[in-house]
């Protein structure tokens, strides 16, 4: 009972947060959450605050600077040009409270020389502060997105093997390194424009209303003008963001998925169905990013036709006032200098919520990554054995993927340490499935799977699996070296003991005739090597990993006759002191089994065969058969030097049978 609650409350867990996930991105494309669910990244920023605030305290200096440049304008004209002195610039920088500028200012309008070295001076200064502030604006945002990648990507490997298998290699990698990269580019050059932007207005506009007031609240008077013509086009343009990222990953999908069947392409002549394929998505992808560009151009050139009616309302009432002697020349030509620097960033401002959406689109996207339940609850939430006999147990276990067929039904069976049993069936009647159960790949809808008498349920997921080596009917090995993918379940493990482990598995003689030995890179997916060899590899990577429970999911399936034969005696040695579920309904591997089970229509049976009537491969040849036979010729079936009663010491498990 506590178990089948167990299972349940793990299922509606991950049902829980597949369905939040749902109503999160529906509501959030509405768009009042999206920009509060910006501070769910706060955490990650944490560790590079000290970082970001020192870019982003040298890049409010340099638009300090650069917000005064415009103020010799008015020193140009006024106290060199009509020399009526620097009485009002020094009344202007009174007012701004700036007043230890005076003596710079004095010096600029005392001379055209001056004036050009000072200009000269604040721009070497600004030059200078820029380049450090341009290298430390890099290694925040580098560091920034070093923390979001490594912490997705952890976060990612947590998920339920359903998600894998719903979700294609080529969308959830878009999803991890795409849409990453757009929310560190959100926080490291967004934010940082928005801070800058905001402190060029507010000082541009101090001292705009020191030179005329009625003109600042004038163009002050626009801005709510520019805001609403954003705000038409803002949450069509998200909308839009957000179907071009799917479908961005959607072509990243199809590419990959060709791209890794490319012999089974090439093998049906099938080059021009993928190339239309491959374009038609490209197509959709290029249509979503037009219509995106058009709808924020009419949004820019909405601001910016708006700000031109400022800018001509300023150029007459600006005229108005120094005819009427209210404003001095100077004063006007340095007023307009700042209306059009300013106009620059006031239309990017305004334009920036339309112009980010699609970024706010991949923060959502990367939110809900995070949002999802990690299987089990997260790693380290379970307990760990403080020794592994290998008693493995199902009582009364039920299971299904959805409520409308039943995988396995009311399946009891136990397997005690040491023991082999073999499970064979047909395809897709649930041998894979009861393989996941034991793993903790999915949890039972009844009934439960105990190990030593624990159960899965309440056991720790990572630490479960570190006690289960696997041989799988299809072989991956990464794209690295042959000694790494055999080192790979025993990361320490030594050259001497990876040896060992393949001259059991029979594949030691062929990797020494290789040019690099154990050092030559496999390929992607171990392209180089033929797919027996590969099953080989993976077998020598289970002897190596060492662990108390077997499972070898039709481990023979891509070798023939023969080199199934020879294979035979290893993994005997493997299974042996071992507890271990072998699937396959080959004879010649049920033949290692002490008892053999049937599993047909969910239901898992006694078989009638006798699964030790012969000894396996006790009359193989020496050499490997066809599949093999240039590989090692004279290879010996023994087992190395230092095994003992049969069975190498430093590969069986030292527990009694």
């Known amino acids: 009972m506590v178990t089948s609650l167990a299972a349940i409350h793990t299922e509606l867990k991950y049902a829980f947060s597949v369905g939040r996930d749902a109503l999160y991105r529906r509501y959030s494309a509405a768009g009042p959450r999206q920009y509060r669910d910006l501070l769910f990244f706060i955490s990650f920023l944490r560790p590079v605050a000290g970082i970001g605030a020192l870019s982003l305290a040298l890049l409010l200096i340099t638009t300090a600077l650069r917000a005064i440049v415009p103020l010799s304008g008015k020193i140009l004209v006024d106290s060199i040009l009509l020399g009526t002195g620097s009485e009002s610039l020094t009344s202007s920088l009174q007012a701004l409270h700036l007043g230890f500028l005076i003596p710079i200012a004095e010096l600029a309008a005392d001379s055209v020389a001056g004036l050009i070295v000072t200009l000269c001076g604040v721009m070497i200064a600004i030059g200078t502060i820029g380049f450090v502030q341009r290298y430390v604006a890099i290694r925040f945002q580098q560091e920034l997105s070093f923390q979001l990648h490594t912490s997705l990507f952890e976060h990612v490997l947590q998920f339920p093997l359903s998600y894998f298998k719903k979700h294609h290699t080529g969308y959830v990698m878009a999803r991890i390194s795409d849409d990453v990269d757009a929310v560190q580019s959100l926080f490291s050059q967004v934010v940082f424009q928005v801070a800058t932007n905001t402190a060029f207005l507010i000082i541009s506009f101090a001292v705009l209303f020191t030179l005329s007031p009625v003109l600042t609240i004038i163009i002050a008077g626009l801005c709510p003008v520019y805001a609403f013509a954003n705000l038409v086009f803002r949450k069509r343009v998200y909308s839009k963001a957000y179907t071009e990222r799917e479908a961005t990953a959607d072509v990243k999908r199809g590419l990959q998925e060709v791209i890794a069947g490319i012999e089974l392409v090439k093998s049906f002549s099938s080059e021009d169905r993928e190339i239309k394929r491959f374009s038609g998505r490209l197509r959709n992808v290029f249509d979503l990013r037009l219509q995106q560009s058009i709808l924020h151009t009419v949004s820019s050139s909405s601001v910016s036709g708006l700000y031109f009616l400022g800018t001509l309302i300023v150029l007459w009432f600006g005229t108005q006032q120094v005819l009427q002697g209210s404003m001095t020349l100077g004063d006007f030509f340095a007023f307009f200098a700042y209306t059009t620097m300013i106009s620059g960033v006031v239309i990017s401002l305004f334009t920036l919520p339309a112009a980010i959406q699609p970024l706010l689109a991949s923060a959502n996207r990367v939110h809900e990554l995070f949002f999802m339940a990690p299987e089990g609850g997260g790693r380290n939430t379970g307990h760990r054995l403080l020794e592994v006999d290998g008693r493995l147990r199902f009582s009364n276990v039920s299971f299904s993927y959805d409520s409308r067929e039943t995988v396995l039904r009311d399946v009891s069976f136990t397997v005690n340490p040491g023991e082999t049993i073999a499970i064979r069936g047909l395809s897709g009647?649930?041998?894979?499935?009861?393989?996941?159960?034991?793993?903790?790949?999915?949890?039972?809808?009844?009934?439960?799977?105990?190990?030593?008498?624990?159960?899965?349920?309440?056991?720790?997921?990572?630490?479960?699996?570190?006690?289960?080596?696997?041989?799988?009917?299809?072989?991956?090995?990464?794209?690295?070296?042959?000694?790494?993918?055999?080192?790979?379940?025993?990361?320490?493990?030594?050259?001497?003991?990876?040896?060992?482990?393949?001259?059991?598995?029979?594949?030691?003689?062929?990797?020494?005739?290789?040019?690099?030995?154990?050092?030559?890179?496999?390929?992607?997916?171990?392209?180089?090597?033929?797919?027996?060899?590969?099953?080989?590899?993976?077998?020598?990577?289970?002897?190596?990993?060492?662990?108390?429970?077997?499972?070898?999911?039709?481990?023979?399936?891509?070798?023939?006759?023969?080199?199934?034969?020879?294979?035979?005696?290893?993994?005997?040695?493997?299974?042996?002191?071992?507890?271990?579920?072998?699937?396959?309904?080959?004879?010649?591997?049920?033949?290692?089994?002490?008892?053999?089970?049937?599993?047909?229509?969910?239901?898992?049976?006694?078989?009638?065969?006798?699964?030790?009537?012969?000894?396996?491969?006790?009359?193989?040849?020496?050499?490997?058969?066809?599949?093999?036979?240039?590989?090692?010729?004279?290879?010996?079936?023994?087992?190395?030097?230092?095994?003992?009663?049969?069975?190498?010491?430093?590969?069986?498990?030292?527990?009694?049978?």
């Open 429 to 657: 009647g649930g041998k894979t499935t009861l393989i996941n159960l034991i793993q903790g790949y999915y949890a039972p809808q009844s009934g439960k799977v105990c190990l030593d008498g624990e159960n899965l349920a309440s056991l720790d997921i990572c630490w479960l699996r570190s006690n289960i080596a696997v041989v799988a009917q299809e072989t991956f090995l990464f794209n690295d070296t042959v000694g790494n993918n055999i080192r790979y379940g025993n990361p320490d493990a030594s050259h001497d003991e990876v040896i060992r482990a393949s001259q059991l598995a029979h594949i030691h003689d062929c990797i020494s005739r290789l040019p690099a030995g154990y050092d030559t890179v496999v390929g992607e997916r171990g392209g180089a090597f033929s797919e027996g060899q590969c099953q080989r590899i993976a077998i020598a990577r289970a002897f190596l990993k060492d662990a108390p429970v077997l499972i070898l999911d039709e481990p023979t399936s891509a070798l023939d006759e023969e080199t199934e034969d020879r294979i035979c005696d290893s993994l005997r040695l493997l299974a042996r002191k071992r507890t271990t579920i072998v699937i396959s309904h080959r004879p010649a591997l049920l033949k290692i089994a002490d008892r053999v089970y049937h599993l047909k229509d969910g239901e898992l049976v006694p078989d009638g065969l006798d699964p030790v009537a012969e000894t396996c491969g006790a009359a193989s040849p020496p050499g490997d058969g066809a599949f093999m036979a240039d590989c090692f010729p004279e290879q010996s079936v023994s087992a190395p030097p230092d095994e003992k009663d049969g069975i190498p010491g430093a590969w069986c498990r030292k527990r009694s049978s």
